[in-house]
């Protein structure tokens, strides 16, 4: 049974700065693709940032390129998402996702492992 555990998730300052985690189990993690994604209230699901099996490929979607930063330690089974210079739009549930098939996507129908999710709450 394949279980995806977020956390770090939590109520910031605007400029402020939060680390996600997500540990996997019941998968082989060194073979999938990561990806972290996230769903504001009223909006649907967006992808944020994706790394590959090895780490040497990885994608940011523009609004985040810069504050934001993708890591994976494979022999933890986790993925991490660094977030600084947080903003009021960054609001919203994250989700990590796990893509066995080959290379990194910012389609979420390619993901088929799901976490639970996190709230980050950034305030103004």
């Known amino acids: 049974q394949v279980q995806m555990v977020e956390s770090g998730g939590g109520l910031v300052q605007a400029g402020g700065s939060l680390r996600l985690s997500c540990t996997a189990s019941?998968?082989?993690?060194?073979?999938?693709?990561m990806a972290w994604f996230r769903q504001a209230p009223g909006k649907e699901r967006e992808f944020a940032a994706a790394?590959?099996?090895?780490?040497?490929?990885?994608s940011y979607t523009d609004s985040v390129k810069g504050r934001f930063t993708i890591s994976r330690d494979n022999a933890k089974n986790t993925v991490y998402l660094q977030m600084n210079s947080l903003k009021p739009e960054d609001t919203a549930v994250y989700y990590c996702?796990?893509?066995?098939?080959?290379?990194?996507?910012?389609?979420?129908?390619?993901?088929?492992?799901w976490g639970q999710g996190t709230q980050v709450t950034v305030s103004s």
């Open positions: 996702a796990a893509r066995a098939a080959y290379g990194v996507s910012r389609n979420a129908q390619g993901y088929g492992y």
């Open positions: 019941g998968l082989t993690f060194s073979t999938n693709n």
């Open positions: 790394i590959s099996r090895s780490g040497d490929v990885i």
